[in-house]
């Protein structure tokens, strides 16, 4: 069982930036690819960004490619997502979840991937 706790969301202005955290319990972090998805009211949840167990291998949704960097602390059991450049368009509920993978070099987009889900942060950008 893993437990996932998000944590740095707030309310920003358009063009600012927010580091959002996603603290895991669990001794074989590393082999758990993370992914980051978003909710928007009124909308599906959505892919954002992930990472592999290993921290080599990462994917980004292109809405956020160039703007977003997810990176991993293994020995802290931690992911981040550095979010540069917000958009009013960006505000959203934003999750952390963890998928299996023994290899530790898979970064998966998908969410039938992962098995573990974090409460939410939410993330609020002013124009």
């Known amino acids: 069982q893993v437990q996932l706790v998000e944590s740095g969301g707030g309310l920003v202005q358009a063009g600012g930036s927010l580091r959002l955290s996603c603290a895991a319990s669990?001794?074989?972090?590393?082999?758990?690819?993370v992914g980051w998805f978003r909710q928007a009211p009124g909308e599906e949840r959505e892919f954002v960004a992930s990472i592999s167990g290993n921290g080599a291998s990462t994917y980004y949704a292109d809405s956020v490619k160039g703007r977003f960097t997810i990176s991993r602390d293994n020995a802290k059991n931690t992911v981040f997502l550095l979010m540069n450049r917000l958009k009013p368009e960006d505000t959203a509920v934003y999750y952390c979840a963890s998928g299996w993978d023994p290899t530790g070099g898979r970064a998966y987009y998908t969410e039938i991937s992962y098995n573990y889900w974090g409460q939410g942060t939410q993330v609020t950008v002013s124009s």
């Open positions: 669990g001794r074989t972090f590393s082999r758990y690819a």
